[in-house]
């Protein structure tokens, strides 16, 4: 007898969404690409319980004929690319057609959609994967999805959820992301009822972030402008070198408005810094690459965090050379010894399990994996890493003394 079965496409999405949805951030991800993807001038996400009781995000981009809204729910199903030779050159966010059968395959999820011609919207139910319901709704032209209870049907997978401040955190810088990236599109962001971030629509990315990071932030911005168009433009804002984190969260990278994590870039930026700030303390960095569509592969990774260049090398160049140019321009030359002297110094987190730093220290976190984040409480409502050391760390931030375990 054969051993050898096909599996059933339910277990099959199932299996997809192990990879496509790590965390409610990750349904958070695809959900608003797939708005920005469909024309949407404003986007609405609300969350509650961390994203695993409740994640909605409501759009007003260009909508779903009932049809399309069925057949969206199907694995391999896109309206984005339709031959091998497109994959050579994705303009959209969204192109793997899988999105929505895996989220729909481990949650309970409602779509309501409506076209500008439609005369009334669609609802979709489904739940696991199995399509519940397909009726008439009402729905003002664009798409509202709620994703319910995520991973109900896979107790394992819902072991694996953090904290509600970690998810919830992973939901802001998501969101923050995607504002950053879209200046002109409305985002609205709203916490258990609470809303956490509102940002109208802005005429470029320095309104943008004055909007979502306030005045004093941009104040220490530099402007960057550089790079090629033939391999990568670079832009955005990069801090002085006064500006110091003990972390990446405050670096904002994009590749073709494409969030990803990029450790060619994130080195790259680094390396731009190298003479005027010590290692293991990082600049904020909004940056933007823009690179031609045949030159950077966005098909290496299913939830598409993840991009290879043709170029590597030069595209590093581009980010370095454009990150010195704006440091230099600013007065920050290289080897400025002043800088050096004002920098607490650095621990490296890997040698020791207590932090004895000072309350506003800042310490070496070599591995970023490493860190995880505070409680956002009313009084610090900026996250931020913390040491983790043996699998336990206390955080010393002003104002936050929650213990995290690596787990947490
Ligand atoms: N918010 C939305 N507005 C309009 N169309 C949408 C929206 N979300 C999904 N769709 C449609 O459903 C299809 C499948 O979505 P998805 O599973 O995310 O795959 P992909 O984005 O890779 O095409 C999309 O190609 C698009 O046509
Ligand atoms: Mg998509």
Redesign the pocket.
């Known amino acids: 007898m054969s051993k050898i079965r096909v599996l059933s496409d339910q277990l099959a999405n199932q299996i997809a969404a192990g990879e496509v949805v790590e965390r409610p951030a990750s349904v958070a991800k695809?959900l608003v690409?797939?708005?920005i993807?469909?024309g949407a001038r404003r986007v609405v996400v609300d969350v509650e319980a961390g994203g695993r009781r409740l994640l909605r995000i409501a759009?007003d981009?260009?909508?779903?004929t009932r049809d399309?809204a069925v057949l969206?729910f199907e694995r391999h199903?896109?309206?984005?690319i339709s031959r091998a030779e497109d994959l050579n050159a994705i303009a959209t966010l969204?192109?793997?057609?899988?999105?929505?059968?895996s989220i729909a395959s481990v949650a309970r999820v409602e779509l309501v959609?409506k076209t500008e011609e439609a005369e009334a919207a669609t609802r979709v139910l489904i739940e696991g994967g199995r399509m519940r319901d397909v009726k008439d709704a009402a729905h003002p032209k664009g798409?509202t999805?709620t994703v319910r209870d995520l991973f109900f049907n896979i107790p394992a997978r819902r072991k694996f959820l953090r904290s509600e401040a970690t998810e919830s955190f992973h939901l802001t810088n998501l969101v923050t992301h995607y504002a950053l990236a879209h200046p002109e599109i409305a985002f609205t962001l709203t916490n258990n009822g609470r809303e956490t971030l509102r940002a109208a629509p802005a005429s470029d990315l320095r309104e943008r972030a004055y909007q979502i990071f306030g005045a004093e932030f941009l104040e220490n911005l530099l402007e960057v402008e550089g790079g090629h168009t033939s391999v990568a433009l670079v832009c955005g804002f990069v801090s002085a070198p006064r500006e110091r984190r003990t972390s990446r969260d405050a670096q904002y990278l994009f590749i073709n408005g494409r969030y990803v994590r990029d450790r060619l870039v994130s080195r790259s930026l680094s390396e731009g810094y190298r003479a005027v700030l010590p290692h293991g303390v990082y600049p904020a960095a909004l940056l933007f690459l823009d690179v031609p569509l045949e030159e950077v592969d966005v098909n290496v990774h299913p939830a598409k965090t993840e991009v290879r260049f043709r170029r590597a090398a030069a595209v590093s160049d581009a980010v370095r050379e454009s990150v010195r140019a704006a440091l230099a321009s600013a007065g920050y030359a290289r080897g400025i010894e002043a800088v050096h002297e004002t920098v607490t110094p650095t621990r490296n987190a890997a040698q020791s399990t207590e932090w004895s730093g000072s309350e506003d220290s800042t310490f070496d976190m070599r591995d970023e994996a490493e860190g995880r984040y505070c409680q956002r409480t009313r009084r610090h409502p900026a996250p931020h890493s913390i040491c983790i050391a043996g699998g336990r760390a206390g955080c010393r931030q002003r104002d936050c003394r929650s213990f995290h375990t690596r787990d947490d």
Do not use: P, V
């Open positions: 695809e690409e797939n708005a993807d469909a759009d981009g260009c909508g779903m399309d969206a199903a896109t309206s984005k969204g192109f793997r057609g899988e999105a929505l059968a959609t798409t999805i």
